[in-house]
Structure formats: C-alpha cells, structure tokens
C-alpha cells in the first residue's frame, strides 16, 4: 500500500462506505428468509454485483499498493455469495435455473475466460493494464443504469424510485474512491467514479427538484413495473445503481410495482 496518509484514508473511508452498501440487501434477505419465499426479486444485481468485486480483486492483486481495492471487495464477494445463496435456497425452481445459468455464464464462464487470457497473452504490467480496463469499462457500463431511472423520475414527476439517502452514499463512494484513485495515480479507479460522481449528484438534483412535486398519474401508468430492491454492486469504487431489469422473482416473470426497487441496482466499487 501506498505510504500517503491521505491516500490511506481516502482508501479508509471508501471501505466503510462501501461496506455499508454491500450490507443495505440485509432486511431484504431476512424478509426472503422470514417468508421462505424470494417471490417479487430478482438475483441479476447480486450476480453482477459478484462479477465486479471478482474483477477488482483480480485487478489489484495483479498490481501493488491496491490492499484497500481487495479488502473491500474481498468482502464483497462474501456477501454477494450469501445473498445469491439465500436467493436460491427460497426461489421457485424456475428463477432458481435462471439463476444458475446467469452464475455459470458469468461468474464461472466470462470471469475464467478474461482470467484465462491475460495470463496467455499478456505479461508483467500490460497484464494489469488490459484488466485495468476491462475493470473500467464494466464499471462504466454499469454507471450508465441511472439514466433509465433519472428519465423516469422525469416523466413521472416521483421520485419514489429513487431514495435520496441510496443516491446520496453512493455518491460519497465515488468520491471516496476517486480521490483514492487520483492520489495513487491509478486512472481504472480515478475515471470510473467520475461518472459515479457526476450521475449522483444529478440524482440528488433530481430529488430537490422532484420531491414535492405531484406525481403524473398518466405518465406513470405507462411505464413497465420495475422491481424495488434495497441493495446494490460492485466494490472497489463498485457503486450500486438503479436499474430496471425484468424480474426472474416471480413464476410468470413479471416484476411487482413498489417492490424494494434499491436492490435493482449494481454496485460497481471502484
């Protein structure tokens, strides 16, 4: 790890605030577990959420002074394998398959195959670049999920969609980490949080402007149901954002209006 002081607590604060992102799926899953039934969720954010934090760990591991980039997403991945677990222990047999071949794909089969060649084909420090973008692309990628969400606290004039303290977090996550990032002079962790930054700060906006607004009634009649979930990543600078995913939470793959729509979002930690 790098001898800054400043780049040690920025690294610090990133970890305690992405540890409470990582943690906000909790009464979700004790409700699943309560009910013995994961009917009206989905497992996509979690798997995602997965998928990144084994990225980043990857990634840091492929580099030196990144000890803060595997704690948190060390930590991530064991919460994220819980929670899927969770999911697939009370999931009907149908979303439980789904869920299966979403882990297979992704976890095992896109993650082996990126770990099988940059080992072939790239060497000493062109390996952790080629990874170092794969990292920043996914989580950018990730970043542009919002944009679903903003448009619709738009047209419908609610942000019941959009909690104020998620977006909130999830904003000082991005900070944290790309300050982190900027003092360590590491460009896969600086320009990632900076649309992290930017699409938060937009959805606070939104929020001020919004919050006391009445609801359009016919706008929102017209918009597909999305899930309302209370998590979600992906961490070392992974941040959690709203996305509206067709549900795999219910037998006839239907998503139920009002239904912990912060758990639709995939933290992207870095």
Not at 196 to 221: D, F, S
Request: net charge positive.
């Amino acid at each position: 790890m790098a001898n800054h002081p400043l780049i040690f607590a920025f690294g610090i604060l990133g970890n305690i605030i992405s540890f409470t992102v990582f943690i906000s799926p909790v009464p979700t899953f004790y409700g699943i577990v309560k009910k013995k039934s994961a009917e009206g969720f989905q497992s996509v954010p979690y798997v995602v959420a997965l998928f990144s934090s084994m990225l980043w760990i990857y990634y840091a591991m492929t580099k030196t002074n990144e000890t803060l980039i595997i704690t948190i997403n060390s930590f991530g991945c064991i919460a994220e394998t819980i929670y899927i677990a969770i999911y697939f222990a009370y999931a009907t047999k149908k979303t439980r398959m789904q869920t299966l071949r979403l882990v297979l794909m992704l976890n095992f089969g896109g993650f082996g195959l990126i770990l099988f060649l940059t080992q072939i084909l790239c060497k000493g420090a062109k390996r952790a670049e080629v990874i170092g973008w794969i990292c920043m692309a996914f989580s950018i990628s990730v970043f542009v999920a919002p944009l679903s969400i903003m448009g619709r606290v738009i047209r419908t004039k609610s942000v019941e969609f959009m909690p104020f303290n998620l977006s909130l977090t999830l904003t000082l996550s991005a900070v944290m980490w790309f300050l982190y990032g900027l003092l360590l002079r590491d460009i896969y962790v600086t320009v990632p949080n900076i649309a992290g930054m930017v699409l938060g700060v937009l959805q606070m906006v939104l929020y001020g402007i919004y919050r006391n607004a009445k609801p359009n009634q016919a706008e929102e009649k017209k918009l597909p149901t999305v899930v309302k979930l209370e998590e979600l990543p992906t961490k070392v600078n992974s941040e959690v954002y709203p996305v509206s995913l067709p549900s795999m939470g219910s037998e006839n793959g239907e998503a139920k209006d009002g239904k912990h729509f912060e758990d639709a979002q995939i933290k992207s930690l870095v």
